[in-house]
């Protein structure tokens, strides 16, 4: 079964401090790799994906991350944080096994953007 | 597009009640949808994944009894959570998938007295 493995459980970063999470998982086989956020009171949103292609993808509110295979990571970026990014962060993978595909998560990093 | 809506957003039960709560997919339509748990603090577990017109898969551990899963349309799945308990408070979240992508709803907070 695959897993996913945040390691950064509480990160506390000052603004304009640059960010980055880490996400690990343990399947060896394809995956779709998955960003989302969580602020406090709202419901998940996707911040970013991996399907294929550039390793290198940016997504929404200057959020970046890097896929490398060779690691099984997926980590999170951005290079300025705003107080506003505080929320809980998800990473996640499936599979790409036709559609609906069930989508392990890691265990969070709750990010604390400090003015 | 790819809005998901849950109702209730809150409910307050007495122990041994049962209480629906709704998934609707409100722009588009999703044979699958799925239902999670989240405890504070924590991730979100998966519960059972949802399919439009057959009886819902189940995760290990997840009793099928307890947790009645329909999905009656594309656009709406129910999850019944049955004779509740305090341990069964907690923050239930649907998604529909459209394609490999999920969306998510807001959540539903659980609290059973």
């Known amino acids: 079964a695959q897993s996913v493995s945040q390691h950064n459980h509480h990160v506390i970063l000052s603004e304009a401090a640059s960010l980055e999470l880490g996400c690990n998982y343990s399947?060896?086989?394809?995956?779709?790799l998955f960003w989302y956020v969580q602020y406090p009171g709202q419901h998940l949103q996707l911040l970013l994906k991996?399907?294929?292609?550039?390793?290198l993808v940016k997504g929404i509110k200057g959020f970046e991350a890097e896929f490398i295979k060779s690691k099984f990571s997926f980590n999170l970026r951005k290079p300025s944080v705003q107080w506003s990014d505080t929320a809980e962060y998800f990473c996640?993978?499936?599979?790409?096994?036709?559609?609906?595909?069930?989508?392990?998560f890691g265990t969070g990093t709750r990010l604390q953007v400090t003015l | 597009g790819a809005v998901v809506s849950q109702h209730p957003s809150r409910v307050i039960c007495k122990s041994g009640t049962s209480v629906k709560i709704e998934c609707r997919s409100l722009?588009?339509?999703?044979?699958?949808m799925f239902w999670y748990r989240q405890f504070p603090k924590q991730s979100l577990m998966l519960m059972a994944t949802?399919?439009?017109?057959?009886?819902?898969?189940?995760e290990q551990g997840v009793e099928k009894d307890k947790f009645l899963i329909n999905h009656a349309s594309l656009t709406l799945s129910t999850l019944t959570v049955t004779s509740a308990h305090p341990e069964d408070s907690s923050f239930y979240i649907c998604?529909?998938?459209?394609?490999?992508?999920?969306?998510f709803g807001p959540g539903t907070r659980l609290t059973v007295l």
């Open positions: 998604s529909a998938s459209r394609g490999v992508e999920q969306f």
């Open positions: 399947y060896g086989g394809t995956v779709n």
């Open positions: 991996y399907f294929s292609g550039d390793p």
């Open positions: 996640a993978v499936n599979r790409p096994a036709g559609t609906a595909s069930k989508l392990t």
């Open positions: 722009d588009f339509q999703a044979t699958t």
């Open positions: 949802s399919n439009e017109g057959s009886k819902a898969t189940y």
